[in-house]
């Protein structure tokens, strides 16, 4: 049974692509500050939380490095909110990387439309994000065929960190002017995860795919 490991997997995103990876056989090991059963207590800030919890995970075919603040949570200068959105993506791919993953390894990491074509209120969030998709294009192409790296985009996702957003006047106009007429629910990014880690997306490196109801080619 091949290991996942998914960064914030107690919450929102990483909780549906823990119950999807899961009903596809996957053996899904979250890494989360918050506990959940049979997971793991790890910020991924620190590398030597990173290395316990490889050592305790055991090989991993595959991860998902989702984990990250809220664009809109606690106040963070820039550096720090940059080390916690991208800084953490590296520190935990390059860990996992020194343990040798077996062969057609994936790695899947979540980025957002705050990074490559929304601004956001907080200095650091669209530039973590866009330092993801960047990081994501040095690893497709340094790593292939050994690791194929992608990224996903999410648009507006209804997760926790989002509660009640959808009503104010800023989450109606977003889901007016989304041709879905909805906001995204964590299963619609858990299917697009899932899937570029499969084997289906053999020869699929280097992506950024946009999950986000076709919301940033109809502005
Ligand atoms: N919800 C959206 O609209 C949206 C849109 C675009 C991108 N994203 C991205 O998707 C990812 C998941 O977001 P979500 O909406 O599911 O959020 P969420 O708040 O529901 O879940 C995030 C999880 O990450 C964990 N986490 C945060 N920092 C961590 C750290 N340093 N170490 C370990 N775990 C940590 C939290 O404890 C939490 O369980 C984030 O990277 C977020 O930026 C979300």
Known sequence: MDTVIVTGGASGIGAAIVRLAAAQGLRPVVWDLSPTDG?????????????????????????????????????????????????????????????????????????????????????????????????????ATRLAPAVRANAVAPGFIDTPRMAGFGETPLGRDLIARNPMRRAGRPEDVAAAVLFLLSPSAAYINGVLLPVDGGWTVSQ
């Open 39 to 139: 997971g793991l207590v790890v910020d991924v800030r620190d590398p030597l939380q990173i290395e316990a919890a490889l050592e305790a995970t055991g090989p991993a075919r595959y991860l998902v490095n989702n984990a990250g603040p809220a664009s809109g949570g606690a106040p963070l200068g820039f550096g720090d909110g940059l080390v916690a959105t991208a800084g953490s993506v590296e520190a935990v791919t390059a860990a996992w990387l020194r343990t040798g993953p077996p062969a057609d390894a994936a790695v899947v990491n979540v980025a957002s439309v705050a990074g490559n074509l929304v601004g956001t209120d907080s200095a650091w969030y669209s530039a973590g994000k866009a330092a993801i998709a960047g990081y994501t294009r040095h690893l």
